[in-house]
């Protein structure tokens, strides 16, 4: 059964940091385009982040670029998205993604999404 499980989620002050840890289960990451999508109260599903399966390609998007890097362990099949200087407009509930090579190669194609997490909650607020 493929799974992904986000953690690391919360309550943080403007200009803190989090780190989001997505575990998958069920296949082996290795295969697979990596990334991080949010959704904020009102507004639509956004791509902030992704990663090759190769790890040295990456994508992020205007908002969160020089903020945010994200990593991936194929060993532990494991993505993380380290997340510094938030912003209250970084309030939003943050999804892991996975997609096989041939649906999605991070900043060049992109077809949709084989899996998705439930998602993990960040809340940027004073």
């Known amino acids: 059964q493929v799974q992904l499980v986000e953690s690391g989620g919360g309550l943080v002050q403007p200009g803190g940091s989090l780190r989001l840890t997505c575990a998958a289960s069920?296949?082996?990451?290795?295969?697979?385009?990596m990334g991080w999508f949010r959704q904020a109260p009102g507004k639509e599903r956004e791509i902030i982040s992704c990663?090759?399966?190769?790890?040295?390609?990456?994508y992020y998007g205007d908002s969160v670029k020089g903020r945010f890097t994200i990593s991936r362990n194929n060993a532990n099949n494991t993505v993380y998205l380290q997340m510094n200087s938030l912003k209250p407009e970084d309030t939003a509930v943050y999804y892991c993604?996975?997609?096989?090579?041939?649906?999605?190669?991070?900043?060049?194609?992109?077809?949709?999404?084989?899996?998705w997490g439930k998602g993990a909650l960040v809340t940027v607020s004073s």
């Open positions: 993604a996975a997609a096989q090579l041939d649906r999605w190669r991070c900043g060049i194609v992109y077809y949709g999404i084989d899996s």
């Open positions: 069920g296949f082996s990451l290795e295969h697979y385009t």
């Open positions: 990663i090759g399966n190769n790890e040295w390609r990456t």
